[in-house]
């Protein structure tokens, strides 16, 4: 058996002499000729007069490719042992090239992503739009090619540690970052894609889902903090060698978003720097800087980032948040498909109704407006509308700052048991970090007898990202 020692594209583009594009998981080349593509991954060829000992099922063919999940980790130049023959029977599946070839032109199928499945990111940008060489598509070879959703490949296989990681970030992270995780979740189906596609925004993607791991295993911590280091200190060197295009793009956004995400993970209270930078880039928002169709998701994630972030990092800015209408900040929690009778639909109206009461009690404070039996009676109001909403109903995950605002602005023990039990609870959901560092916030807060505005002390003394 000769085994490939690279990866050079599918096995049609080779044999027409073409550059395959690796797109996964039929390349756009085969798709736009009507050529059934046999997929990416390594090829081995098995000599006719090989023994067969244990012949594999639909073995037509002299011909296999090797799964791209599944990777082979045997030497090229070993012979294959009964062992090796018998763990490739899972990890290889045969094809009969000769007659895929024949079959000619066929419309392109669309594929559906399974849970397991990478991250795919919709066929709507313009390179999609291009042919061979270059030149605009048709009308409807366009709307052939962009039915199936398809994952711009890298130029090269992520690594198998990336690899992991990424997958971690898609499973544990990424449905903690939406208030439901849907079909459509712009972590996974936006940031991953992207994070293939640039080294640096990949590197954050690996760091955040290291520190969602370090949770469980500290003695990743470290190696994550050096990633995270590398990171902040090339955007720093970036800002000042490179010109104002080159730095402000939508690799650059997305990486800062998912630093502040690692940030949310540990609970850092170095965030303030990270908050700057993402104001930085709402002045490109309109701008046509970022792409069409990724412009409405990150419009989103800065929205949330500052209702949340910002009267923990600034009280001034945080008051000029909380005095806007919260609906302005509320794109993030939009799901027009939700039919008004159903239940989701309720319990988000429920969040925003207690996100909206934190809001309220964050600006009163902080405008020293709030007298000690108001404090109580709004916070009790608020209480009720958290305990309507049980700890594993889909969405209640979104309500960790305002049971931090709650509990912050608490005078009476029950209250301050209530929203510390509940922050509790939403640990064990989400296994963010930023959770127990609020609740030692909370015990500082607490122990404290100044006459200072606890929305002052948080944001001067012991400020933390609680989202």
């Given at each position: 058996?000769?085994?490939a020692?690279?990866n050079?594209g599918?096995?049609?583009c080779?044999?027409?002499?073409?550059?395959c594009d690796?797109?996964?998981?039929q390349?756009l080349k085969?798709?736009?000729?009507?050529?059934s593509?046999?997929?990416?991954?390594?090829?081995?060829r098995f000599s006719?007069h090989m023994?067969n000992k244990?012949p594999?099922?639909?073995s037509h063919s002299d011909?296999?490719?090797?799964?791209?999940?599944?990777?082979?980790t045997?030497?090229?130049?070993a012979?294959?042992?009964?062992?090796v023959v018998?763990?490739?029977?899972?990890n290889y599946?045969?094809?009969?090239?000769g007659d895929r070839?024949?079959?000619?032109?066929?419309p392109?199928?669309?594929?559906?992503?399974?849970?397991?499945?990478?991250?795919?990111?919709r066929?709507?940008?313009?390179?999609?739009?291009l042919?061979?060489?270059?030149l605009?598509?048709?009308?409807?070879?366009?709307?052939t090619?962009?039915q199936?959703?398809?994952r711009?490949?890298?130029?090269?296989?992520?690594?198998?540690?990336?690899r992991?990681?990424?997958?971690?970030?898609?499973?544990?992270?990424?449905p903690?970052?939406?208030?439901l995780?849907?079909?459509?979740?712009?972590?996974?189906?936006?940031?991953?894609?992207?994070?293939?596609?640039?080294?640096?925004?990949?590197?954050?993607?690996?760091v955040?889902?290291?520190?969602?791991?370090?949770q469980?295993v500290?003695a990743?911590r470290?190696t994550a903090?050096?990633?995270?280091?590398?990171?902040?200190?090339?955007l720093?060197?970036?800002?000042?060698?490179?010109?104002?295009g080159?730095?402000?793009?939508h690799f650059?956004?997305?990486?800062?978003l998912?630093?502040?995400v690692?940030?949310t993970?540990?609970?850092?209270?170095n965030?303030g720097?990270l908050l700057e930078m993402l104001?930085?880039?709402t002045?490109?928002l309109?701008?046509?800087?970022?792409?069409?169709g990724?412009?409405?998701?990150?419009?989103q994630?800065?929205?949330?980032?500052?209702l949340?972030g910002?009267?923990?990092?600034?009280?001034?800015?945080g008051?000029?948040?909380?005095?806007q209408?919260?609906e302005?900040?509320f794109?993030f929690?939009?799901?027009?498909?939700?039919?008004?009778?159903?239940?989701?639909?309720?319990?988000l109206?429920l969040?925003?109704?207690a996100?909206?009461d934190?809001?309220g009690?964050?600006?009163?404070?902080?405008?020293?407006?709030?007298?000690?039996?108001?404090?109580?009676?709004?916070?009790?109001?608020?209480?009720?509308?958290?305990?309507?909403?049980?700890v594993?109903?889909?969405?209640?995950?979104?309500?960790?700052?305002?049971?931090?605002?709650a509990?912050?602005?608490?005078?009476i023990?029950?209250?301050r048991?209530?929203?510390?039990d509940?922050?509790?609870?939403?640990?064990?959901?989400?296994?963010?970090?930023?959770?127990?560092?609020?609740?030692?916030?909370?015990?500082k807060?607490w122990?404290?007898d100044?006459?200072?505005r606890?929305t002052d002390?948080i944001?001067?003394?012991?400020?933390?990202?609680?989202?």
């Open positions: 058996m000769s085994l020692r690279r050079d599918c096995y049609e080779f044999k027409r002499r073409l550059k690796k797109t996964e998981p390349c085969c798709l736009k000729k009507g050529i593509c046999s997929g990416q991954g390594l090829r081995c006719s023994a244990n594999m099922p639909q011909t296999a490719i090797v799964s791209s999940k599944s990777p082979p045997t030497d090229p130049r012979s294959p042992t009964p062992s018998s763990r490739a029977r899972r599946r045969w094809v009969d090239v070839l024949k079959k000619g032109r066929s392109a199928q669309s594929t559906q992503s399974t849970p397991n499945s990478p991250p795919s990111l066929s709507d940008t313009p390179a999609n739009d042919n061979d060489a270059g605009p598509l048709s009308k409807e070879m366009a709307l090619i962009s199936p959703p398809l711009p490949a890298p130029d090269e296989p992520l690594h198998p540690q990336a992991m990681l990424f997958e971690h970030f898609a499973q544990s992270v990424a903690i970052m939406v208030v995780d849907s079909e459509s979740n712009g972590y996974r189906d936006v940031i991953l894609p992207l994070a293939c596609q640039d080294v640096v925004l990949g590197r954050a993607v690996s955040a889902a290291t520190f969602h791991l370090a469980k500290p990743l470290q903090e050096a990633g995270h280091h590398a990171i902040i200190e090339k720093r060197r970036d800002s000042l060698l490179l010109r104002p080159e730095v402000f793009n650059t956004l997305a990486t800062v998912v630093l502040l690692g940030e993970i540990t609970g850092a209270d965030y720097y104001e930085c880039f002045q490109a309109g701008t046509g800087v970022l792409p069409t990724l412009e409405d998701f990150f419009r994630q800065i929205k949330m980032f500052q949340f910002l009267p923990l990092a600034n009280e001034k800015k008051l000029q948040v909380v005095t209408p919260p302005h900040y794109e929690m939009e799901y027009p498909h939700l039919a008004r009778d159903s239940g989701h639909f309720n319990n109206g969040i925003r109704g996100i909206c934190a809001c009690l964050y600006r009163r404070r902080a405008e020293s407006s709030l007298n000690q039996d108001e404090s109580i009676h709004l916070v009790e109001q608020l209480r009720q509308k958290v305990a309507a909403l049980g594993h109903v889909p969405g209640s995950h979104a309500l960790v700052w305002t049971c931090f605002i509990a912050a602005e608490s005078t023990p029950e209250h048991k209530f929203f510390s509940r922050l509790v609870s939403l640990y064990s959901h989400t296994g963010f970090g930023s959770i127990p560092a609020a609740l030692e916030a909370l015990k807060l122990a404290m100044t006459p200072r606890w002390v944001t001067s003394d012991i400020p933390v990202l609680v989202m």
